[in-house]
Structure formats: structure tokens, C-alpha cells
């Protein structure tokens, strides 16, 4: 089992800046894709970024690329994700999420069944 718990989650200003984590416990780490998604209110969940397990390759939503970054500390059992220049639109539910199998393309990057664990999320809420 992996347990995944994200933090870092507020209420913010429009143009602020936020880092979001996701700490996992229980197999190893280093073994899983990670996955960051969002959910807004009435909307899907929707994919934001993807990293290997090295931290090497990083995958981002078409839509989203530029103001998301995805990187990963191995030794702190610990992704994360970087969000620049917040505006309302960016309000949501953000969950990490945690995959064993290797994936190709945006559509499996993207897909929720490409990922074996999720966190409960944390809000990010910001105000214009």
C-alpha cells in the first residue's frame, strides 16, 4: 500500500505563487510515476503534470504548460508542484497520485486509471 498525503494548499491572491507536496509513505518511493490532477467545482478531474521516477522526464498538460512545475525528492519520499502566476481559474481540489507502470503518450499521462494511489487533495483557492 502507499499512502499519499498533499499540503501545502491555501487561499492565495491572484499572481501569487504556490508549492504544493505530496509526501508518500509505505513501498518505495522511488518505484512509482507521479501524478499531479486538479478538480474544480462541477468540473472533471483534470491532469496537470507527470514525472518519471527518476525525476528526469516530466509530462504537462498541453493547456497548463508554463505556469506548472513537477519535481520529485526521492530521499524526502516527496513530490511536488510549483504554481506561478495564479489566477481564479486555477481554484480546485489538487490531488497527487501515485502509478507502477510506464506510459506513452498524452492520453495515458492523463488517464486516472494509469495511477494506482491518490491523496484526499488539498484546496487552492484564489481570490481576484
Known amino acids: 500500500q502507499v499512502q499519499l498525503v498533499e499540503s501545502g494548499g491555501g487561499l492565495v491572491q491572484a499572481g501569487d505563487s504556490l508549492r504544493l507536496s505530496c509526501a508518500s509513505s509505505g513501498r518505495a518511493f522511488s518505484n512509482f510515476y507521479m501524478g499531479w490532477f486538479r478538480q474544480a467545482p462541477g468540473k472533471e478531474r483534470e491532469f496537470v503534470a507527470r514525472?518519471?521516477?527518476?525525476?528526469?522526464?516530466?509530462h504537462y498538460s498541453y493547456s497548463l504548460k508554463g505556469r506548472f512545475t513537477i519535481s520529485r525528492d526521492n530521499a524526502k519520499n516527496t513530490v511536488y508542484l510549483q504554481i506561478d502566476s495564479l489566477n481564479p481559474e486555477d481554484t480546485a481540489i489538487y490531488y497527487c497520485?501515485?502509478?507502477?507502470?510506464?506510459?506513452?503518450?498524452?492520453?495515458?499521462?492523463?488517464?486516472?486509471?494509469?495511477?494506482?494511489?491518490w491523496g484526499q487533495g488539498t484546496q487552492v483557492t484564489v481570490s481576484s
Open positions: 514525472i518519471s521516477w527518476s525525476g528526469a522526464i516530466t
Open positions: 497520485a501515485a502509478g507502477r507502470k510506464s506510459c506513452s503518450g498524452y492520453r495515458c499521462y492523463g488517464d486516472l486509471n494509469s495511477y494506482d494511489y
